[in-house]
């Protein structure tokens, strides 16, 4: 066996135990025994794999999340830049916020974070700070719920890259706001759960501002060949610590500029869709 078949012999075994994993609803062991830690381009593949199963089952592409955006987190990983997932249509639960239904969740997280939602393509052009800013429509308030398909959340930069960036679901809010409204760098988060505050932090947080890291995902995505496109959704990474849910739980986040947005999670067991 060639060094190539072997290589994709790993991605190929990587990409099935995640698949297994979200269709079992029974967490894995990590993938990083088969693609490495840090080999940015395997799991990128892996990632492929996993939303094109996604895909076949009917799903459809509606965005991108990016992760990883918090020098912290960077450190902690061992890696020095940001990651992205692909938002998929299933995956918005904004019209269930009274109800997440949780049983399509294994491990789940919710992390606060400004979402934008785009008027143009990023196609063309040099993806610079102005272009990038006047391709965004508006943006909203959004809870991330982050979720991991690897038992323990025992992850390193290849195994949250290769199972979506940890993509679980997310929930927009209602309050739209242009950038002439507010300045994304400058938004102050707090969040609740179950009326308790367990986190805050604000738009310096991620990537100094949120804005860059759409600039960043732009450029990537485009290098990836998958650029964005008019209409897509982009959570643009979390402005403060996450923090774990469980059935019943009341998550608020408020963020300065843009609004609130809440989420209550199912006590009754909704599996709907096995995938996360």
């Known amino acids: 066996m060639t060094e190539a078949s072997t290589a994709t012999d790993a991605v190929d075994r990587a990409a099935t135990r995640l698949i297994d994993a979200a269709a079992t609803a029974t967490p ?24 094109a199963d996604r895909l076949a089952s009917g799903a459809n592409v509606v965005g ?32 269930d916020a009274g109800a997440v239904p949780t049983g399509r969740l ?25 272009q990038v800013r006047a391709a965004v429509d508006y943006a909203v308030p959004a809870l991330e719920i982050v979720d991991s398909r690897v038992a323990g959340w025992d992850i390193t930069f290849g195994d949250t890259v290769a199972d979506n960036a940890s993509g679980g679901l997310y929930v927009l809010g209602t309050e739209r706001r242009t950038l002439d409204d507010f300045a994304p760098v400058e938004v102050q988060m707090e969040m609740t759960v179950n009326d308790q505050n367990v986190s805050s932090g604000n738009g310096a947080a991620c990537l100094g501002d949120p804005l860059n890291a759409l600039a960043w995902l732009a450029a990537t995505a485009r290098d990836h060949g998958q650029p964005l496109l008019a209409g897509q959704v982009v959570l643009s990474g979390a402005l403060g610590p996450m923090a774990p849910v469980v059935a019943g ?25 096995a995938h996360t």
Not at 30 to 49: F, K, N
Not at 106 to 114: D, H, M, N, Y
């Open 28 to 51: 894995c062991a990590p993938v990083r025994d088969l693609i490495g830690d840090t080999d940015v381009d395997a799991a990128y593949a892996v990632q492929q794999q996993v939303v």
């Open 106 to 130: 294994l491990q789940p997280k919710v992390e606060a974070e400004v979402a934008f939602v785009l008027a143009r393509d990023l196609v063309d052009g040099d993806l610079g700070p102005e």
């Open 64 to 95: 991108r999340k990016i992760g990883l955006t918090s020098p912290a987190v960077q450190a902690q990983l061992g890696v020095d830049q940001p990651d992205f997932g692909v938002l998929l249509n299933d995956m918005d639960v904004s019209a």
């Open 249 to 273: 739980d009341t998550v608020t986040a408020t963020i300065t500029g843009l609004g609130t947005v809440s989420a209550t999670f199912a006590t009754t067991d909704d599996t709907t869709g």
